[in-house]
């Protein structure tokens, strides 16, 4: 069975970095693309980040510049790099892989369980 798992969410200062993890585990045959969500208090969920398996990225304009998504494939990771942020960053964030998972023929989605994104002074 394939889970994600998030971490290095946290309180941060306006300008300040964070790295956001999310690890796959379960055996999997295929990552067709991965993306990171985030969902502020009262607002829907957005994408941010997105990074396909041809290794095309994009980003939500307001993040563009300062964000990177990444994934290290040795470690079955995907990051989230957040640079200058600010209080508007604030919100949980998500991450999503459309993967197909050993025993299966089509791709599915797969959520972390989501970790806060705090820019406060």
């Known amino acids: 069975q394939v889970q994600l798992l998030e971490s290095g969410g946290g309180l941060v200062q306006p300008g300040g970095s964070l790295r956001l993890s999310c690890e796959a585990s379960?055996?999997?045959?295929?990552?067709?693309?991965m993306n990171w969500y985030r969902q502020a208090p009262g607002n829907e969920r957005v994408l941010v980040a997105s990074l396909t398996s041809g290794g095309r990225t994009t980003y939500l304009a307001s993040v563009k510049g300062r964000f990177t998504i990444s994934r290290d494939n040795a470690k079955n990771t995907m990051y989230l790099h957040m640079n200058n942020l600010r209080p508007e960053d604030t919100a949980v964030y998500y991450c999503?892989?459309?993967?197909?998972?050993?025993?299966?023929?089509?791709?599915?989605?797969?959520w972390g369980q989501g970790t806060q994104v705090t820019v406060s002074s």
């Open positions: 999503n892989e459309r993967l197909v998972a050993s025993g299966n023929y089509f791709p599915q989605p797969y």
């Open positions: 379960g055996s999997i045959e295929s990552i067709n693309v």
